[in-house]
C-alpha cells in the first residue's frame, strides 16, 4: 500500500486596517505648477493569499479594492479635498457603476531572498471601470506561520482601462494618463 503525503495549503487573510496600498496620480498641463500630485489611500479592501509552506513560486492572489473607500490624503484645503474626491468617484472612476477594482494571479514566480524572504514576480489580471487587462507585478514577501507581509509598487494607465482624463480650469490642469500603485500588504493565517 503506497502511502501519499499531500502538502498542506497555507491560507492568508489580508488585514486592511494594518495594511496600506496608495495610489500616486500627477497633473500635467499648463498650470499644472499650481496643481496638486493627488495622493489617494485605498481605505477599504479585502484579500486571500494561498501558498504552499517553503515555496511561493505555486502562491495564488485575490485582492479586490473597493473604490468608494479611495480618499485623498494630501494636506490641502477641505474644499479641495471634496472636489478631487467627487470628480474621481463620479467622473474618473465611476464607483456608482463600477464599485469594486479585482487582481486576480493566475500565475507566480519566486526567488527566496532569504530565510522566510521571497521575492515574487505575479501574472494576472486587473479588472477596473469594468475592463480586465493583463497586469504583472513585482512584490517582495516575509511570510512565517501565522504572518505575511508584501510589499511592492506598479502603474497603470487610465486609457487602457478606458478612463477619460480629467481636466479643470478650462483644460489647462488636467490628470496624466499614469498612475503609480504602492502598497504594504499585511494578512493572517485563517485556520480552516
Known sequence: MAVTS?????????????????????????????????????????GEVRL????????????????PSFEVTNQIREKDKREIEENMH??????????????QSSAASAVKTGEGQ???????????????????????VTVSEELLRARGDFSILLSDYQIRPVSAVGGT???????????????RRKRE
Open 52 to 67: 504552499q509552506p517553503g515555496t511561493l513560486g505555486a502562491a495564488s492572489l485575490e485582492l479586490c479594492l473597493k473604490a
Open 6 to 46: 499531500e502538502i498542506a495549503t497555507a491560507h492568508y487573510v489580508t488585514d486592511a486596517a494594518a495594511s496600506r496600498f496608495q495610489i500616486k496620480a500627477f497633473v500635467a498641463g499648463v498650470l499644472s505648477a499650481l496643481g496638486h500630485n493627488p495622493t489617494i489611500a485605498i481605505r477599504d479592501f479585502a
Open 173 to 187: 490642469l488636467k490628470l496624466k494618463d499614469r498612475l503609480k500603485c504602492s502598497f504594504e500588504i499585511v494578512a
Open 90 to 103: 463620479r467622473d474618473v472612476l465611476e464607483t456608482d457603476q463600477f464599485p469594486g477594482i479585482v487582481f
Open 118 to 140: 521571497f521575492r515574487i514576480n505575479l501574472n494576472g489580471s486587473l479588472t477596473l471601470h469594468g475592463v480586465t487587462r493583463s497586469q504583472p507585478i513585482q512584490t517582495y
